[in-house]
């Protein structure tokens, strides 16, 4: 009940499409959900995180679309750039936890 | 630059050994937690502390153990090293004890056991 199931494992996306990353949950209890972004050699960061109150969160180009009856979340990159070639980790955790969980990851390439 | 200050960041060692990984936190955040991030398992958490106090526990093997100094900083001491603890450590530091408002990850100590 505690997994988060990331797909695809890796994504090659051509400059200016549209990356989308789906994560899946299991536990109802899960109330926040981030997204991480890793670079080579760096520790994850922060990239964007919702709620279960609201369906949709969107910061520039990075938007996450939450449906909370299928308990699956997911990432979206619009205007995909060569620079958002990274590790992309979902993670779920639920009111007063001291932990993430986090989604396998997935490697996203974006060709000039 | 983060924030979170971990050393050394790279480490090479031989089976047996015993290390110990270094993590700063973040100024003014209390909460340090250790993640193991390997090919094959993702991001494992580890273990948490609290302004010097364990809150939290994963899975973390027996041959682990870790603590946070008065000062915040905190160390991983990884003993009887095996081939497979081969991966890359992370500390990430935070305000609070949860995880309310995400974490701030330092960049990694890769440990290597030849």
């Known amino acids: 009940q505690q997994q988060v199931k990331q797909s695809p494992q890796s994504l090659i996306v051509q400059k200016g499409g549209i990356s989308i990353i789906n994560c899946a949950y299991e536990n109802t209890a899960f109330d926040y959900f981030p997204w991480y972004q890793q670079f080579p050699g760096k520790g994850p960061a922060l990239l964007i995180a919702?709620?279960?109150?609201?369906s949709e969160k969107k910061e520039g180009r990075f938007t996450i679309s939450f449906n909370k009856s299928a308990k699956q979340f997911s990432l979206h990159i619009m205007d995909s750039q060569p620079g958002d070639s990274a590790t992309y980790f979902c993670a779920a955790s639920k009111e007063g936890a001291q932990k993430l969980v986090f989604g396998q990851g997935t490697r996203l390439t974006i060709n000039p | 630059d983060s924030g979170v200050t971990q050393t050394p960041k790279h480490l090479i060692t031989a089976t047996g050994q015993r290390v110990t990984l270094r993590c700063s936190p973040r100024s003014g955040d209390l909460s340090v937690y250790w993640y193991q991030q390997s090919l094959d398992q993702g991001l494992q958490f580890l273990i948490q502390y609290y302004n010097g106090e364990e809150r939290a526990k994963g899975n973390i093997l027996e041959r682990f153990s870790a603590q946070q100094f008065p000062d915040l900083h905190s160390e991983l001491n990884l003993s009887s090293l095996e081939l497979g603890d081969s991966a890359l450590y992370f500390c990430a530091s935070s305000v609070t004890y949860t995880t309310r408002w995400g974490y701030t990850f330092g960049s990694g100590t890769r440990l290597t056991v030849v």
């Open positions: 919702i709620r279960p109150d609201v």
